[in-house]
């Protein structure tokens, strides 16, 4: 074998491995950021059970970021401000939700006090008491929605 060969396969097989690197490096930048846990996000109410996507969520300040698992985006895909989110309800997975979420998900669903948008989110049930802890721990009088007559 030539060593020409040989330098193209070694160059195949690094760029075939250098997204997994990368994936690798991300996750343990934010694993060392603190916090990090499991957290899908459902991007589309089509069809019941389709449109989640695996993900990572961490608390940063005053908000909730949360990352696509298969990505090498170093910003979060989504923020969740604790003054502008409120918690609308919770429930297991169900159907085709237990399938393809993590093992025992709760879904979440938050509400934006600006738009009104709902977004739903599936984690365990510890990362869900520590999500409705953060956000009744927001100071008081900061659920004050501009243009609103009284805090939300």
């Given at each position: ?14 760029a ?26 459902r ?8 449109g ?16 696509r698992?298969?990505s ?40 934006d ?10 984690m ?12 009744e ?11 609103a007559?009284?805090?939300?």
């Open positions: 074998m030539e060593w020409g060969s040989v330098l193209v396969v070694v160059c195949v097989i690094a075939l491995a250098l997204p997994f690197i990368g994936l690798y490096v991300r996750r343990r930048w934010l694993t060392g950021q603190g916090g990090l846990f499991d957290c899908a996000y991007t589309s109410e089509g069809v019941p059970g389709s989640w996507v695996l993900g990572l969520a961490r608390y940063s300040g005053e908000e909730l970021q949360w990352f698992a298969m090498l985006s170093w910003r979060p895909s989504h923020r969740f401000q604790r003054e502008l989110t409120s918690y609308q309800h919770q429930r297991p997975a169900s159907g085709l939700e237990a399938v393809v979420l993590f093992d025992e998900s709760r879904i979440v669903t938050l509400r006090r600006m738009t009104g948008r709902e977004h739903a989110l599936a365990d049930r510890d990362s869900v008491m520590g999500l409705m802890s953060w956000l721990s927001a100071p008081p009088g900061s659920h004050y929605v501009p243009g007559d009284s805090p939300v």
